[in-house]
């Protein structure tokens, strides 16, 4: 029903599909991230078990909607294609790490000991602007490559994937922006801007590349698999075991790969 409901809507060409589809995540950043008007002192209990369920769903996304069918796809050769691809992923969200701050800094709030006033003052903007950016790009890549496909259920999966995810993603970024003084609403409101600036023109640019030439399909679905792994390992995982809380973590990991594994049977 999803499905053909989304069919309706978007039509059968994957660059309007993947169009719709960056919107949809785009929004509900902007969801979450206007949560903190509402929800206005959420604790870190909470923060750490929401940022645990969106890690697992991102995880049973990584294999169910990118790697497996990466691998089926590419046929003979596809599980080279495909590790090829997550060696890339990897290899460039290490980079990105180490010429930015840790995005973990952005989420808590916490500047370094060594920083001045005016440093401090400027440490949250700069991790917004260029450390969450360079977070969401293998997330928007990997809805995009999904719709490129050709797989409405596979693109879908992965929009609703990333959408949940999105959700307390929103809200852990506005939360830290309170926290750095910034003000509540309009900070909220630029999350969501900033989601829709860097998401939407990497999902069109994951479903142009596979429909340009089908055969980058598997490099590029182990590519965004490799990138959202590896913030899942090296980002979200350390910082919600990092206050204490890592059994609400742990449990909402477990909810976010079981709750994910549903969506990506019942819309196969």
Known sequence: MLEAWFLDLAGTDPLVQALVGGVVIA???????LLVVVWRDPSQWSLDGALG???????????????????EFGGENGLLEVIAGIVLGVVLLDRADRW?????????????????????DLAP????????????????????????????????????????????????????AVNAGFDRTTYA??????????????VLLGAWAVTVSSAILPYA????????????????????????????????LMAGVVVMLYLDVTLA
């Open 27 to 33: 929004g509900l950043n902007l969801v979450g991230a």
């Open 53 to 71: 369920f969106a890690a697992g769903v991102m995880l049973a996304a990584s294999f169910t909607s990118l790697i497996l069918p990466g691998i």
């Open 100 to 120: 930015v701050p840790h995005v973990h800094v952005l989420i808590t709030g916490r500047q370094r000991a060594d920083q001045t006033v005016s440093q401090a």
């Open 125 to 176: 903007i700069l991790l917004f602007i260029v450390a969450i950016t360079i977070h969401n790009m293998p997330e928007g890549l990997a809805v995009g490559v999904g719709f490129g496909s050709g797989n409405v259920g596979e693109g879908l999966s992965l929009m609703l994937a990333i959408g949940m995810q999105n959700i307390p993603e929103g809200l852990a970024v506005s939360v830290a």
């Open 189 to 202: 409101a630029l999350t969501g801007v900033r989601a829709g600036l860097v998401e939407i023109p990497m």
């Open 221 to 252: 679905m182990g590519f965004a698999a490799g990138g959202m792994l590896f913030v899942i390992s090296d980002e979200i995982v350390p910082e919600t075991h990092s206050n204490g809380n890592e059994r609400v973590a742990t449990m909402g």
